[in-house]
């Protein structure tokens, strides 16, 4: 799950793999909580792209099955 502060809203996550290939993208969120459904992918490490109303974050993910 991601989560903000009460003051920023999740418009947007974009989800690439390690060698910068664009894997899945959500778009029109607007909100302060997101799931991201993670069972399509491999396991592996991912760079996640957060972008709210205030701020764009890039976060480093593992996924392990």
């Known amino acids: 799950s991601i989560k903000t502060n009460s003051a920023s809203r999740i418009e947007r996550v974009k989800l690439y793999d390690y060698s910068g290939r664009l894997i899945m993208q959500f778009e029109e969120i607007n909100n302060e909580n997101y799931s991201l459904d ?13 972008s709210t109303n205030h701020h764009t974050f890039i976060k480093k993910l593992s996924v392990l099955k």
């Open 38 to 50: 993670i069972n399509t992918i491999d396991a592996g490490i991912y760079v996640a792209e957060i």
